[in-house]
């Protein structure tokens, strides 16, 4: 950086000598004009309106012309006035900083220390710290006496230079006077609005969106030249602006509302449906692969007596739960017959072998008594 200006800050009887340096500066791409039938640059030229001649910069000079009258300025007499020479911030009052109103901050100046020893820069800095307050202060730069405050930002002194009371117009607007009637539920819903917008300020985290649309139009126009397509460009239509419909005001709180609550929920049902889905995924595979361990058709004669090792009562419910469907349904019902079947073949094979051996209990106690 390039200091614009030296000075000293009076502190009372303490001096503070300070390089001044401008703390902002504009991004903005630079257009100039041109004749749109060539192309040709148009340029401004200092012509005198008596010969018509074009005047150089340095045989130009200043005038004030009032009722009627002018009165020409030379730049020597402009050089002495004793403000214009003067290179002092002065420092008049310690107020506040909230006493400061917004509006009247007109530029930025960062303040180095200009001297062997930074002590009077550091004692000067520690004092605003320590006591919480700006310094407002009065000094002379580029012909205008100027009213600045002097704060601090990351251990460096900012002067900011003030608009004076006179320069800040008046907000006189009689449709303000209007009697308006804002009901509860408005003002709720605004309020939830409010709360779903708030956060901490980040000025890193915006765009200047006009800037880099302009870049992007300039390097399609060296690409494509007079074959430019905009509406290809942007992907949007030359001059489609947002159409402001007209609604509602409690209609378009309520859209507002549900669109930043949809945006802010969007990220958790997407993660709430990835894992439904995964869940639901397993759950149907595990259901799948149960009822196929189920291989034996004579298991459900032995089952009812004494559970084969393995099988629990977790997985009686699940077979219970397959049966429902219907091929297994026509798998248990082949089972169940088959062992049916060999049950009954089982019972009847034993039947006359029980009564056999009824009759000869029968014959040895019918025996005894005789």
């Given at each position: ?88 911030i ?21 303040l ?60 006189n ?80 709180l ?16 997407a ?5 439904g ?72 094979a ?21």
């Amino acid at each position: 950086m390039r200091a614009i200006w030296k000075g000293a800050i009076a502190f009372g009887l303490v001096n503070v000598p300070v390089k001044v340096y401008s703390a902002t500066e504009d991004h903005d791409i630079s257009l100039h004009q041109v004749h749109n039938a060539d192309g040709g640059r148009i340029r401004y030229q200092r012509r005198c309106e008596v010969c018509s001649q074009v005047i150089d910069y340095s045989d130009i000079e200043k005038a004030f012309e009032e009722d009627g009258r002018t009165v020409v300025l030379s730049k020597e007499e402009l050089k002495a006035i004793p403000a214009e020479n003067s290179h002092e911030i002065e420092v008049v009052q310690f107020v506040p900083s909230e006493q400061l109103e917004p509006m009247m901050f007109e530029k930025s100046y960062y303040l180095e220390p200009d001297s062997k020893s930074p002590k009077a820069y550091v004692l000067l800095r520690r004092a605003l710290e320590d006591t919480d307050r700006v310094a407002i202060v009065q000094f002379a730069l580029r012909e205008k006496t100027r009213l600045g405050a002097l704060r601090i930002k990351d251990d460096v002194l900012v002067l900011q230079s003030l608009l004076w009371p006179d320069e800040v117009r008046e907000a006189n607007f009689p449709s303000l006077e209007a009697d308006v009637r804002i009901s509860a539920q408005e003002r709720d819903m605004s309020a939830a609005l409010v709360e779903s917008m708030a956060a901490d300020f980040d000025p890193a985290s915006f765009t200047d969106d006009y800037q880099v649309q302009l870049r992007q139009l300039i390097e399609a126009k060296l690409e494509q030249g007079e074959s430019l397509d905009t509406e290809e460009t942007f992907g949007v239509e030359a001059g489609e602006g947002s159409k402001g419909e007209v609604i509602d005001l409690m209609e378009a709180l309520k859209r507002s509302l549900d669109r930043k609550r949809g945006s802010g929920s969007a990220a958790g049902s997407a993660g709430d449906e990835a894992g439904g889905d995964s869940g639901g995924a397993a759950g149907e595979g595990e259901e799948e692969t149960k009822p196929a361990r189920k291989r034996s058709t004579s298991a459900p004669a032995k089952s009812a007596d004494k559970p084969p090792a393995g099988k629990t009562s977790s997985s009686k419910s699940a077979g219970d739960k397959a049966g429902a469907a219907k091929s297994s349904e026509a798998k248990g019902a082949a089972s169940k017959s088959a062992g049916s079947r060999s049950a009954a073949a089982k019972s009847t094979a034993a039947k006359p072998a029980a009564k056999s051996a009824a009759g000869k209990a029968t014959g040895t106690r019918a025996r005894k008594p005789a």
